[in-house]
Protein backbone atom coordinates (compact mmCIF):
# COMPACT_ATOMS: atom_id res chain seq x y z
CA UNK A 1 0.00 0.00 0.00
CA UNK A 2 1.46 3.84 -0.98
CA UNK A 3 0.14 6.37 1.43
CA UNK A 4 1.53 9.87 0.48
CA UNK A 5 3.62 12.04 2.68
CA UNK A 6 0.77 13.85 2.94
CA UNK A 7 -1.54 11.46 4.13
CA UNK A 8 0.82 10.26 7.15
CA UNK A 9 1.56 13.77 8.41
CA UNK A 10 -2.14 14.80 8.99
CA UNK A 11 -2.88 11.34 10.39
CA UNK A 12 0.69 12.21 12.61
CA UNK A 13 -0.63 15.51 13.48
CA UNK A 14 -4.68 14.25 13.82
CA UNK A 15 -2.85 11.76 16.30
CA UNK A 16 -1.39 14.04 18.33
CA UNK A 17 -4.60 16.20 19.15
CA UNK A 18 -5.86 13.46 20.84
CA UNK A 19 -4.82 12.51 24.64
CA UNK A 20 -4.79 8.73 24.16
CA UNK A 21 -1.88 9.72 21.59
CA UNK A 22 0.22 12.07 23.47
CA UNK A 23 2.74 12.43 25.90
CA UNK A 24 1.55 14.76 28.54
CA UNK A 25 4.01 16.68 30.85
CA UNK A 26 2.54 18.46 34.34
CA UNK A 27 4.58 21.24 35.31
CA UNK A 28 3.90 23.88 37.34
CA UNK A 29 3.81 27.59 35.90
CA UNK A 30 6.16 29.99 37.38
CA UNK A 31 5.68 33.56 38.35
CA UNK A 32 8.65 34.98 39.80
CA UNK A 33 9.03 38.59 41.18
CA UNK A 34 12.90 39.05 41.44
CA UNK A 35 15.63 41.41 40.98
CA UNK A 36 18.21 38.84 38.36
CA UNK A 37 16.67 37.10 35.75
CA UNK A 38 17.64 33.59 36.99
CA UNK A 39 14.67 31.52 36.35
CA UNK A 40 13.14 29.46 38.58
CA UNK A 41 13.39 25.79 38.92
CA UNK A 42 10.48 23.78 38.07
CA UNK A 43 9.57 20.29 38.49
CA UNK A 44 8.23 18.14 35.25
CA UNK A 45 5.96 15.05 35.95
CA UNK A 46 5.70 13.00 32.78
CA UNK A 47 2.94 10.12 32.18
CA UNK A 48 3.03 8.00 29.27
CA UNK A 49 -0.36 7.43 27.51
CA UNK A 50 -1.29 4.55 25.11
CA UNK A 51 0.74 5.11 22.07
CA UNK A 52 3.14 7.80 23.18
CA UNK A 53 5.77 6.29 21.04
CA UNK A 54 7.37 4.09 23.76
CA UNK A 55 6.67 0.51 21.20
CA UNK A 56 7.29 1.96 18.00
CA UNK A 57 9.46 -0.64 16.65
CA UNK A 58 6.85 -3.83 15.89
CA UNK A 59 10.77 -5.98 15.12
CA UNK A 60 11.77 -5.68 18.94
CA UNK A 61 7.91 -5.83 19.67
CA UNK A 62 7.92 -9.11 21.91
CA UNK A 63 4.23 -9.26 22.64
CA UNK A 64 1.95 -10.28 20.13
CA UNK A 65 -1.34 -8.73 21.36
CA UNK A 66 0.71 -5.12 20.97
CA UNK A 67 1.77 -6.13 17.34
CA UNK A 68 -1.68 -7.53 16.40
CA UNK A 69 -3.38 -3.82 17.87
CA UNK A 70 -0.50 -1.94 16.11
CA UNK A 71 -1.58 -3.41 12.85
CA UNK A 72 -5.17 -3.25 13.66
CA UNK A 73 -4.63 0.67 14.04
CA UNK A 74 -2.36 1.17 10.84
CA UNK A 75 -5.36 -0.97 9.01
CA UNK A 76 -8.15 1.77 10.08
CA UNK A 77 -6.47 3.92 9.10
CA UNK A 78 -5.87 2.76 5.62
CA UNK A 79 -2.25 2.59 6.18
CA UNK A 80 0.77 -0.48 5.81
CA UNK A 81 2.38 -1.15 9.77
CA UNK A 82 5.34 0.86 8.03
CA UNK A 83 3.64 3.98 7.46
CA UNK A 84 1.97 4.00 10.89
CA UNK A 85 5.31 3.54 12.44
CA UNK A 86 6.73 6.30 10.06
CA UNK A 87 3.70 8.37 11.53
CA UNK A 88 3.98 7.58 15.04
CA UNK A 89 8.06 8.30 14.96
CA UNK A 90 7.16 11.66 13.20
CA UNK A 91 4.32 12.63 15.86
CA UNK A 92 7.04 12.08 18.48
CA UNK A 93 9.57 14.05 17.05
CA UNK A 94 6.96 17.06 16.22
CA UNK A 95 5.92 17.10 19.72
CA UNK A 96 9.67 16.22 21.30
CA UNK A 97 10.60 19.41 19.17
CA UNK A 98 7.24 21.70 20.71
CA UNK A 99 8.10 20.76 23.86
CA UNK A 100 11.42 21.52 24.09
CA UNK A 101 11.20 24.71 22.41
CA UNK A 102 12.03 27.73 24.82
CA UNK A 103 10.80 31.33 23.56
CA UNK A 104 11.08 35.04 25.63
CA UNK A 105 8.81 37.46 25.26
CA UNK A 106 8.88 41.29 26.37
CA UNK A 107 12.43 43.12 27.53
CA UNK A 108 14.28 42.54 30.11
CA UNK A 109 15.14 46.37 30.19
CA UNK A 110 11.95 46.85 31.06
CA UNK A 111 11.50 44.52 33.75
CA UNK A 112 9.03 41.95 32.27
CA UNK A 113 9.91 38.56 30.27
CA UNK A 114 7.75 35.77 29.56
CA UNK A 115 9.14 32.30 28.77
CA UNK A 116 7.17 29.85 27.39
CA UNK A 117 7.41 26.12 25.49
CA UNK A 118 5.37 25.83 22.34
CA UNK A 119 2.50 24.05 23.07
CA UNK A 120 -0.66 26.07 23.04
CA UNK A 121 -1.72 26.02 26.45
CA UNK A 122 2.13 26.36 27.28
CA UNK A 123 3.12 23.60 29.40
CA UNK A 124 6.10 25.64 30.64
CA UNK A 125 5.19 29.27 31.41
CA UNK A 126 7.49 31.52 33.53
CA UNK A 127 6.53 35.49 33.79
CA UNK A 128 9.41 37.21 35.03
CA UNK A 129 8.99 40.58 36.85
CA UNK A 130 12.17 42.42 37.90
CA UNK A 131 11.83 45.94 40.27
CA UNK A 132 12.18 47.74 37.28
CA UNK A 133 9.00 46.20 36.37
CA UNK A 134 7.23 47.07 39.74
CA UNK A 135 8.71 50.29 39.60
CA UNK A 136 6.22 51.28 36.64
CA UNK A 137 3.43 51.13 38.35
CA UNK A 138 0.24 48.62 38.00
CA UNK A 139 -1.61 49.72 34.58
CA UNK A 140 2.47 49.92 32.77
CA UNK A 141 3.24 46.56 34.36
CA UNK A 142 0.05 45.05 33.31
CA UNK A 143 0.70 46.51 29.48
CA UNK A 144 3.91 45.20 29.12
CA UNK A 145 3.02 41.46 30.39
CA UNK A 146 0.29 41.54 28.38
CA UNK A 147 3.00 42.55 25.29
CA UNK A 148 5.45 40.18 27.28
CA UNK A 149 2.44 37.11 27.06
CA UNK A 150 1.91 38.00 23.22
CA UNK A 151 5.16 38.28 22.02
CA UNK A 152 6.37 34.80 23.31
CA UNK A 153 3.22 33.22 21.88
CA UNK A 154 3.75 34.95 18.67
CA UNK A 155 7.26 33.51 18.86
CA UNK A 156 5.98 30.06 19.89
CA UNK A 157 3.44 29.83 16.94
CA UNK A 158 6.68 30.39 14.83
CA UNK A 159 8.32 27.54 16.60
CA UNK A 160 5.59 25.28 16.41
CA UNK A 161 5.31 25.77 12.49
CA UNK A 162 9.26 25.13 12.46
CA UNK A 163 8.54 21.78 13.99
CA UNK A 164 5.74 20.64 11.69
CA UNK A 165 7.86 21.52 8.80
CA UNK A 166 10.50 19.36 9.88
CA UNK A 167 8.26 16.74 10.46
CA UNK A 168 6.68 17.05 6.90
CA UNK A 169 10.61 16.83 6.07
CA UNK A 170 11.08 13.93 8.16
CA UNK A 171 8.29 11.84 6.88
CA UNK A 172 9.63 12.78 2.97
CA UNK A 173 12.94 11.97 4.10
CA UNK A 174 12.09 8.38 5.63
CA UNK A 175 9.66 7.53 2.98
CA UNK A 176 12.50 8.21 -0.12
CA UNK A 177 14.69 6.10 2.59
CA UNK A 178 12.15 3.06 2.48
CA UNK A 179 11.28 3.25 -1.15
CA UNK A 180 7.77 4.44 -0.61
CA UNK A 181 6.82 7.10 -3.23
CA UNK A 182 4.95 10.13 -1.59
Known sequence: MKTSALTIAACAAAISQTYAFSTTTS????????????PAPTAAT?????FSGGALDIEEEEDDEK??????????MGMSV???????????????AINDLRVIGGDAA?????ERD?????????????????????EALEGLIVEALKSAADKSKVGRDEAQKGMMTYISDSMKKMGMNG
Do not use: C, D, F, W
Not at 27 to 38: E, G, M, V, W
Not at 82 to 95: H, P
Not at 110 to 114: E, L, R, W
Open 46 to 50: TTLNM
Open 82 to 96: EEYQLGMNARVKMET
Open 110 to 114: NGVTV
Open 118 to 138: GNMPPRHLVVTVTEEGKAKGK
Open 27 to 38: TPLSITSRASST
Open 67 to 76: RIQMEQYAKA
